[in-house]
């Protein structure tokens, strides 16, 4: 199993960035997104089931983050509007297989058994 995160880089506070990540290696049911700022935990970002029927979004990246995925290519991505400063971080996506991610879209860390390298966002203002 493999995710290859890309789109990361530098934007001003007030643009737009588009994430992807494709996964390879099989079929996963949930997908997601976290993101660890420096010296801050990893924290969730966004994620969506295994249609894209359900999304969770945090309440930081609500209204401005999307997430959506297209199974055929087996990619997730993360469209960021609105970008602030406080959204710099390592973006990191994440998938799973088991059957609770078919229904809910899954918003803890302990929920994902795949991890990608992660792409570096940086919002200047």
């Known amino acids: 199993v493999q995710l290859q995160a890309s789109g990361g880089g530098l934007v001003q506070t007030g643009d737009s960035l588009s994430l992807s990540c494709e996964a390879s290696?099989?079929?996963?049911?949930?997908m997601g997104w976290f993101r660890q700022a420096p010296g801050k935990e990893r924290e969730f970002v966004a994620s969506t089931n295994r249609r894209g029927s359900i999304s969770n979004y945090s309440d930081s990246v609500k209204g401005r983050f999307t997430i959506s995925r297209d199974n055929a290519e087996r990619t997730v991505y993360l469209q960021m509007s609105n970008v602030r400063p406080e959204d710099t971080a390592i973006y990191y996506c994440?998938?799973?297989?088991?059957?609770?991610?078919?229904?809910?879209?899954?918003?803890?860390?302990?929920?994902?058994?795949?991890w990608g390298q992660g792409t570096q966002v940086t919002v200047s203002s």
């Open positions: 290696g099989g079929t996963f049911s949930a």
């Open positions: 994440a998938a799973d297989r088991r059957t609770s991610g078919i229904w809910y879209a899954l918003t803890s860390q302990d929920d994902y058994a795949y």
